[in-house]
């Protein structure tokens, strides 16, 4: 199994930045495409940033393109969201999450998921 721990979450004025990151642990046996997804309460999960696992390709979310940054480090596995000038409106919790072959933007198309690290962001 492949078990995804996200960290870096915090609490935050508007403007500043946050790095979260993603790790994986387990068999992590490729080609994995890597996800970020963001939900608050009584709101469906949705697609922030996408990478394939040679990070060749990225997919930003249009509410964070030219704000937020997906990486990931080939010699750990390590997953990055890069956040900058946040808004109150990115509050919410962060997850991380694989699948097989290309970046997909539903969450049902995703078969691992990290525990989820919380963002929020004061005005």
């Known amino acids: 199994q492949v078990q995804l721990v996200e960290s870096g979450g915090g609490l935050v004025q508007a403007g500043v930045s946050l790095r979260l990151s993603c790790a994986p642990s387990?068999?992590?046996?490729?080609?994995?495409?890597m996800g970020w997804f963001r939900q608050t309460p009584g709101k469906e999960r949705e697609f922030v940033a996408g990478i394939t696992w040679s990070g060749a390709s990225t997919s930003y979310a249009d509410s964070v393109k030219g704000r937020f940054t997906i990486s990931r480090d080939n010699a750990d596995n390590t997953v990055y969201l890069q956040m900058n000038s946040l808004k109150p409106e990115d509050t919410a919790t962060y997850y991380c999450?694989?699948?097989?072959?290309?970046?997909?933007?539903?969450?049902?198309?995703?078969?691992?998921w990290g525990q989820g690290t919380q963002v929020t962001v004061s005005s």
């Open positions: 387990g068999r992590t046996f490729g080609p994995y495409a």
């Open positions: 999450a694989a699948r097989l072959l290309v970046i997909s933007r539903s969450p049902n198309e995703y078969d691992y």
